[in-house]
Nanobody
């Protein structure tokens, strides 16, 4: 499984961005997908994860109500819509994936994922 993230950039506080992560491989529909972020000098932290079907999702408290994760299995792509961005959202954002059963959607630990994208920078100015 290979993951390619894109969509990062520079945005003012209060603005929006949408990240995309394209997954390759024959079994993408069997993958639970997630987003993590890492700010300078900090550990990588969980942002959101979504079930194989896209019907269930989990969010970190810091982004709940502002970020929305979704996926389009026909396009092998997962999205992270980020609204009302804050300077503290500034980080490199990574998409992640791993095989999961159909009901699994809440994975918040880095060690729970075997596949990672290269990261995309999000910078929010105040």
């Amino acid at each position: 499984v290979q993951l390619q993230a894109c969509g990062g950039g520079l945005v003012q506080a209060g603005g929006s961005l949408r990240l995309s992560c394209a997954a390759s491989g024959r079994t993408v529909s069997r993958l639970l997908m997630g987003w993590f972020r890492q700010a300078p000098g900090k550990e990588r932290e969980f942002v959101s994860s979504v079930s194989r079907s896209g019907r269930s999702a989990a969010y970190a408290d810091a982004v709940k109500g502002r970020f929305t994760i979704s996926r389009d299995n026909a396009k092998n792509t997962v999205y992270l819509q980020m609204n009302t961005l804050k300077p503290e959202d500034t980080a490199v954002y990574y998409c992640s994936a791993d095989y999961a059963i159909s009901g699994d959607y809440d994975r918040r630990e880095v060690k729970q994922y075997n596949y990672w994208g290269q990261g995309t920078q999000v910078t929010v100015s105040s």
